[in-house]
């Protein structure tokens, strides 16, 4: 017979995003209405194997629905990727009286939920990541948020580059992904977007793109990079070789990963968080929470750590179409 679930603990760990205290109110107001226990561990993983940990009531978690950041703090832990460590986090889990940990992280964080469930935690994965790069689950808390965050920016950007006729070069974040790039790239209108998906030709995606758009009347340019193609510095240091322009390159940072959460991560944080207590109330244990078609499902956590979601190459297609001036292939229905 399975075990009555009395008491979940609830972490947030690695990179924060924009919706993960949305998420922890969510856990929390469902477990009670289930009738199971929260306890807040903080500091992610590293707070696990240490033992620290805060009682959390459903008023304790009132007017964090807003709030960007995470109130339970978060960390990258390595002592819990060895044995050793995680070893510390199943004694403290006994000691709580744990019957299962709800993680609202990234990809990292569900790597050491899944040894941890090989340690016999249960756990429920929850992905917030400003990234967007979990393959299990169409949609990651703060994804939106830091979109509009950038974009913002970019807008801010594009008033004293267009009045000094200049080229911008934006670096953001996503890690190894070009999700976010891109999304703000189109959303921008950017002269060029680069992105690690897409092996980069820098005469034929850089120079060539400025050239046709100056040629088409555009007295301003706008080049957005991701982090993970390389350093926007570099890319203007070569832009100003090829072109003989002198860019200004702006680094957005960790601006991306603060600030209130919109409608929609504060929503979707809601329904997953929702959704990662009823798995544990219905033995649904040892899974990840994701969106798919609009949908929320709980994918077996083995399964859902092999899934991969690749960029959809016809959006950069509809990005270098939108280039005024530019000789873009238009993309096939099939493509
Ligand atoms: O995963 C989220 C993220 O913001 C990435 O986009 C970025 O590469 C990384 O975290 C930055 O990490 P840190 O906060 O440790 O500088």
Redesign the pocket.
């Known amino acids: 017979m399975e075990k009555k679930i009395r008491r979940i603990g609830v972490l947030t760990s690695?990179?924060?995003?924009p919706g993960m205290n949305a998420a922890v109110r969510a856990v929390v107001r469902t477990a009670l209405a289930y009738g199971i226990e929260c306890i807040g561990i903080r500091r992610g993983w590293a707070g696990l194997i240490s033992g620290d940990f805060v009682n959390l009531s459903g008023s304790s978690v009132g007017h964090i629905l807003s709030r960007g950041g995470t109130i339970l703090y978060t960390a990258?832990s390595d002592e819990f990727m060895t044995e050793k460590g995680r070893l510390k986090a199943v004694q403290t889990c006994r000691m709580l009286g744990l019957d299962g940990i709800v993680a609202i992280g990234?990809?990292?964080t569900f790597r050491g939920a899944l040894e941890l469930s090989r340690l016999g935690v249960p756990v429920v994965g929850v992905p917030a990541?400003?990234?967007n790069?979990i393959g299990c689950t169409n949609y990651t808390i703060g994804f939106d948020t830091?979109c509009n965050t950038a974009i913002e920016c970019i807008d801010r950007l594009r008033d004293t580059m267009q009045s000094h006729e200049r080229c911008s070069v934006v670096e953001?974040?996503?890690?190894?992904?070009g999700f976010?790039a891109l999304y703000v790239g189109i959303a921008v209108g950017a002269t060029a977007v680069l992105v690690p998906e897409h092996e980069l030709d820098f005469q034929k995606d850089v120079v060539e793109d400025i050239q046709e758009s100056r040629l088409a009347g555009n007295t301003h340019f706008m080049i957005v990079v991701a982090?993970?193609v390389g350093s926007a510095i570099d890319i203007g240091k070569r832009i100003k070789e090829a072109l003989g322009i002198e860019p200004r390159v702006t680094v957005l940072?960790?601006i991306?990963?603060g600030g209130s959460p919109n409608a929609r991560d504060r929503e979707t944080a809601t329904r997953m968080g929702y959704y990662a207590v009823k798995a544990f109330a219905e033995g649904n244990l040892n899974t990840i929470i994701g969106t798919q078609e609009g949908s929320i499902v709980a994918i077996p956590i083995e399964e859902a750590l092999q899934m991969k979601k690749s960029l959809q190459m016809e959006r950069y297609k509809i990005m270098e179409a939108m280039q005024i001036g530019g000789s873009v292939r238009i993309p096939q229905v099939n493509d």
């Open positions: 690695g990179g924060d995003a990258r990234g990809d990292g990541t400003i990234d790069d830091a953001v974040m996503g890690r190894n992904a976010l982090e993970g940072g960790h991306q990963r």
